[in-house]
């Protein structure tokens, strides 16, 4: 089984976007930042930060806006995906080279990956995006098909003000444990120890409703029409590899259907994984390995 390597993992601070952010590096070369969802932080790639140190990668998993030990900016709107790409693309231009580095998100990551390759392309040299959904399609999937609106019953739920922080914060953030564990996560890679961190993360002052407020303000943009920033609709021309974990409880597997998605990013590979929705915690050795295999090859 993929290994951690604690000893090797170096905490910062740095202001990015204006921002406080935590983030936590390993190894040195090329940079490879790393962006988790919800309700995790960081220690999401806790399996992946290793294995790219060992192939001559400088890793970086961020704990992202409001999250954690990063700065919590007060209001919805601070959580909108103008903000969210802004801040990415600083930790590129600054953590990276002139070229920016190689991006990985991992589902409200990935989201974030998605828009910030189509808003800075000239940042992202090459995308890799683990269960989260093209913002086009998911759209599309969820007007069209009834199962992914289902799926997405959650949402709706996040919107409520304060019932929702308190069920995630409660019994010390109990909940966040309850939903890993009860969404498929493989009970190996999760010890005792690793999901009371998780739970510490989440019950950190102010936490639980940043994290919720990247929801409510996707529910927002949904209402609009699903407009973020210039509204434009550019396509995604990088070498991009969608890793998709086939029991996803949360999202519907149309959102990774390769014709589809080559509407928007043609330059597409999709990668179907035995795992649930927690994919690089699941199946780390299957990521890694096709994580490390795409990141390395030469697709001049």
Known sequence: MTEQATEAWTHHEAIFNGLRFHYVSQGEGPLVLLLHGFPEFWFSWRFQLPAL??????AVAVDLRGYNLSEKPQGVGSYDTKHLVADTAAMLR????EEGGYLVGHDWGGVIAWHTARHHPELVKKLVVLNAPHPDRYLEVLRKMPAQLLKAYYIAFFQLPWLPERLLTFGNGTAVEMALRGSGIDAAHLSAAEARQYREAIT?????????NYYRSMGRRILMGGRSGNGKRR??????LL????????LDSSNAEYEELRRWVPNLRVEPINASHWVQVDAPDEVNAKLLAFLTEDTA
């Open 53 to 58: 140190a060992a192939a001559g990668f400088r």
């Open 94 to 97: 600054e953590l990276g080279s």
């Open 204 to 212: 950190q002052p102010g936490a639980a409703t940043a994290a919720l």
């Open 235 to 240: 396509s995604i021309e990088m070498p991009t």
């Open 243 to 250: 890793l998709w974990g086939i029991h996803d409880v949360a």
